[in-house]
């Protein structure tokens, strides 16, 4: 079998290597070598190296993933927010507008109601009567709605402040 002169990547030392080895302890200091071969040449590289690259490729494979995470997470905020505050208006205060428009909505049409009972047509109250609980009904899905997408947000916001943390955290190891 051939053997390989190769030189230790952290001592200097002069090492023979088997030809197909791939892996070798300094026998002066005990590094932990792997033997690497180019067309041209055979150089070692110490193991505790390569692993150390590995953990910061990992590391930055983290901080990308993070990055990911908050751009997806800004993507979904921004698709939620465009439909809601065109129908509701934004939070609570949208919600509030619109609870009180449909509270005035059914304030007028139980008024209605009470004109057309003593006039006399009965029958006819029922249609403002209906349309006054379904403005009463709007009124409470506008304010839950409002109160809904303030919490969304703020649920948003957490998160979001949660994974810059942890990018900071990443970026200073
Ligand atoms: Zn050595």
């Given at each position: 079998m051939?053997?390989?002169s190769v030189r230790c990547n952290h001592c200097g030392a002069p090492l023979q290597v088997a030809e197909n080895t791939r892996f070798v302890t300094c026998q002066f200091c005990q590094s932990s070598?792997?033997?690497?071969?180019t067309d041209s040449s055979v150089f070692t590289e110490e193991v505790a190296k390569?692993?150390?690259?590995t953990g910061k490729m990992a590391g930055s494979l983290e901080v990308i993933t993070v990055q990911n995470e908050i751009e997806k997470l800004d993507r979904e905020m921004g698709l939620q927010q465009l439909p809601t505050s065109a129908k509701k208006g934004s939070g609570v205060a949208g919600g509030i507008v619109g609870a009180a428009f449909g509270i005035f909505f059914a304030v007028v049409c139980f008024l209605m109601a009470s004109g057309f009972s003593s006039a006399g047509a009965g029958m006819f109250t029922i249609v403002p009567v209906g349309m006054g609980i379904f403005g009463l009904v709007m009124a409470g899905a506008a304010l839950i709605g409002g109160v809904n997408h303030e919490a969304d947000r703020?649920?948003?916001?957490?998160?979001?402040?949660?994974l810059e943390r942890k990018l900071e955290a990443l970026k200073q190891k």
């Open positions: 051939e053997t390989l070598l792997e033997v690497k071969r390569i692993a150390e690259n703020s649920k948003y916001q957490e998160r979001r402040e949660e």
